[in-house]
Every structure is written in structure tokens, then in C-alpha cells.
């Protein structure tokens, strides 16, 4: 499929049936595979032969969908995964160990930024946080001995920042380490990470992709681009013989484009089980059918509430990249011409009081800790996902108590803007 175009992709790539077979997916609702003989097993175990033994590793639903999500970001290998923690999760320990080092953007997701800074420092894999607008000299500098990728989030969830994505990738490349950009939030329909020098991108599918707010669920693809037999000492993992595989090297015996994945999948995947259900695969695949059709409206209906509260007197500042005045305004126009995401942010004047009184008059969006799906969602960080701070540590954290969160669904613009309109009035 990949001749093709975006939207074709997300129609049609990954599960292509044969004369006879079903249209839809089928879902393998099955933990385990049957063979004739031991040998027949044998060979898949030594990792001798391609199929499947157990859904504890890889499933053949969940393998049609890997694929397509591969196709949609221009990689080479992919898989699903239980979440897009894991998805993280995985992607960066397939490559660290105790004693590695990360250097990752300090503008991400909380509970990435937690899983790197608190439970992977537990396993002795430290990190050096960066602000994603630093210069060159600054992100040279974050660089260590042991340093073993670098991560990012393309759009960072929940601040809108805009990674530069070549600069993060020439900088981990200068160093002989991969990119691992996390494209949640704009999707491959509207950033394509892999064109711009990522090697390892990442996403929860949870959100966009799946888009209805139906299936947890997560997903690596692999450029199949990074060398890693060319920094071999870095990489002992990839790139030296695995006992548990009867001396295999991923790196040698499945080259730079199958390396990673069937690493990530027969060590890991083996050794923690985070593999996606069946079921959820197949929920993900229906919202990836229309993927490129909702990501446009998600964006026509994010920049006309952006637009629309940037007008209002009771708004102190809008963050959207789509906006003129954004600082990540021109990032955003190279990285995703057409547009990110149906995210925004927004501070109230009348700070926590306003934000309360504004969120209870809300009659279309509900008051979730979700994003990214077709109903219309937000949050007062304040008062929910922040609710133990003082007003001081929620400035110093860059969350104001007047700051709300809106996921812009795929309802009519106009019904969204008089909504947020009439909250706005009862403050
Ligand atoms: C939600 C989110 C995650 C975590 O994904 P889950 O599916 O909730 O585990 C990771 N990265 C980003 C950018 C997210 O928005």
C-alpha cells in the first residue's frame, strides 16, 4: 500500500483480505495457535520461523493493525501495546538498561514524564530534562557517556508545545543515539516524524487514533533507519548475542529494519505482557478508518474555538498553535501544514472562582480527564488532576488556577463556540 496516499492508507492498508476471506478484521479470540509437530513450534520459539504461539507476545489482529499503523508513519516494523505508557515504556527500555541515561523534552505528558523521572530512575536509567526550545549548545550539552536515546512529544499534551524535530534528531544522531518522538496528539494524518529524522515513534492510541474514547491502547513503530551495529557498544542489547535466544543478534540477524521490534516484542513483550487485546485492536482499526477525516475536523473545530476565545474579554491568553500570535505558530506550519490537533488551552482572568463557574455552565463539553475523542471534553487542572497544589506551585508549574483544558470534538463549530459563549457570560 505504499504507493498510495494518507487517507487510501487509512482505509485500506494493513489487513488485506484474500478470495473468500472477511472484509472486517477478524478478531483471534485466542490465547494460544496449534502446530503438527514440536519442530513445527520449535522453529518459531528459536525464532527460526515467523507465526504465532501465544497472545502473551503477538496476536494476528493486533499484528493487521500494527501494519497499518506502520504505513500510516512511513516505518518499518511496528507492534501494539496495552497503552501508550507501554508504548513508552517499551520503546525506551528496549534500548536502556541500569545505568543509561535519556535526554528527553521537559514539555510532555505527566504520566510519561513520571514513568521516566520516578519509576525508570527506580531501575537506574537516569535523565536530563530539556526545555524543547533550547539551542543546539544546550541540548549538546544534556549528552553523556551513557546517554541511549532521546525523547519528545511532537505536540506535548497538555501544553502545546511543538518539537523541532530536526534539531532533536540531528542532535541524538550526532551522539549515536535514536529519536523517539511520541505523535499522539497531531497523528501521522498531520506530522510525520519519521520524514524529519525520528526513528522510533510512538503513540496511545487511546486517543485520536482510536477517537471515540472506546479502547486504552498504544503503539511503536520502528523507521527501521538506525544503525545500531554502527554504535554497537551502545546498544549490547540489539547488538551482542541474547541467551534466552540461543545466542541470537537481533541487529545481525534481522538488520536495522526488524531489530528492534522482534527485540522489543520476544524480550519484552515475553518477559512484562503488555500486549493490546484482540478486541481493542479491532475498536482501534475502526477509528483509524477515519482518522484522516475526523483529524481535519478535530483542527477546523480546535482553530475556530481558538480563534473564538482569543476574542473574548474574560480570556487572559490562548495557547493554539494554529494561532497567528502562538509561539509555536511557525514550528507547527512546518512540522503539520495542516494543522495539529483539537486541543487548547486557555487561561480565565478570574482565575480558579471563574474557571468553576465557567466549567458548571457547560452544556455540550463534559468535564473529563480524557482528550482527543469525538465528544467534546475539559478539564480545570486546578481543581481536578492538580487539585493538591497551592496557587503558587500551580504558577510555578506552569498551570495557572484559571487554566482550562479543551479537547474540541466533531460537533458543529458554531454550536461549540455559543456553548463556551454562554459559560463565558456566567462568570
Ligand atoms: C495519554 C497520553 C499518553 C499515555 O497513554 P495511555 O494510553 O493513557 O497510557 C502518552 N503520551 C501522550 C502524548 C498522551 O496524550
Redesign the pocket.
Known sequence: MSNYNMDTKCVQAGYRPGNGEPRQIPIIQSTTFKYATSEDMGKLFDLEASGYFYSRLQNPTNDYVAAKIVELEGGAAGMLTS??????FFALFNICENGSHIVSSSS??G??FNLIAVTMAKMGVEVTFVSPDCTEEELDAAFRENTKAVFG?SI??PALTVLDIEKFAKAAHSHGVPLVV?N??PTPVNCNPIAWGADIVTH????YMDGHGAA???AIVDAGKFDWMAHAEKFPGLCTPDESYHGITYAEKFGKEGAFITKCTSQLMRDLGCIQSPQSAYILNLGLESLHVRMARHVENGQAVAEFLSRQPQVAYVNYPGLKEDKYYETARKYMPKGGCGVVSFELKGGRQAAETFMKHLKLAAIETH??DARTCCLNPATSTHRQMTEEQLKAAGVPAGLVRISCGLEDKEDLTADLGQALNAI
Do not use: H, P, W
Not at 497503552?83 to 513508552?88: H, I
Open positions: 497503552s501508550g505508557q507501554a508504548a513508552n510532555i505528558y504520566g510519561t512529544e506535548a499534551n511520541d499522539t496528539f496511545s492510541t487511546t486517543k486504552v491502547g498504544g482528550v482527543a
